[in-house]
């Protein structure tokens, strides 16, 4: 999964990929690698060179405001660029991730539901706002990885297709 957020003139593209007990966030080319992750509505708690940080996050329209120890951040969410053929870097997933973590309200699809693009596939809550995440192409409902009523980490896929 990645993200590009904008903070002043910078332009910070975030990548994540999740280990067996860990994560790696790859921020403009720069890897960290994050463990005890906990990860509640609104707040990302976990641990990096084995120390202990609480980042608070809230997203509005197309701004992410983020809270690091004390220190505030707004950041501006990139849109997605069209990449040749037209296609966005989020119509070539194969998965819906939440951009944040949330509590998995509903799952309106099971495996093996075929679903045309746009279709929604889960229906997310944080910051007492619902989000529904639609499916980014056609395709065949592969693999649920939460069910009803569990926290979602951000960036992590909940339903998976296939072509």
Do not use: C, H, W
């Not at 037209?86 to 799952?107: C, D, I, Q, W």
């Amino acid at each position: 999964m990645e993200i590009r957020l904008r903070y002043l003139d910078n332009v910070y593209t975030i990548e994540l990929e999740k280990g067996d007990n860990f994560y790696n966030f790859v921020i403009n080319g720069k890897a960290y690698k994050i463990s005890d992750i906990n990860a509640l509505p609104n707040t990302l708690q976990f641990k990096l060179n084995n120390e202990s940080f609480n980042i608070f996050v809230a997203e509005e329209k197309d701004r992410l405001y983020v809270a690091i120890d004390g220190e505030y951040y707004a950041f501006e969410i990139e849109k997605q660029e069209k990449v040749k053929g037209g296609v966005t870097a989020a119509e070539k997933s194969n998965a819906v991730v939440s951009p944040m973590p949330g509590l998995l309200v509903k799952v309106p699809v099971k495996v093996g539901d075929k679903v045309s693009a746009g279709t929604t596939l889960a229906i997310v809550e944080a910051m007492k706002m619902q989000n529904e995440l639609r499916a980014p192409k056609d395709g065949v409902v592969k693999k649920i990885n939460y069910k009803e009523g569990e926290q979602v980490d951000a960036f992590v896929p909940i339903v998976e297709l296939e072509a």
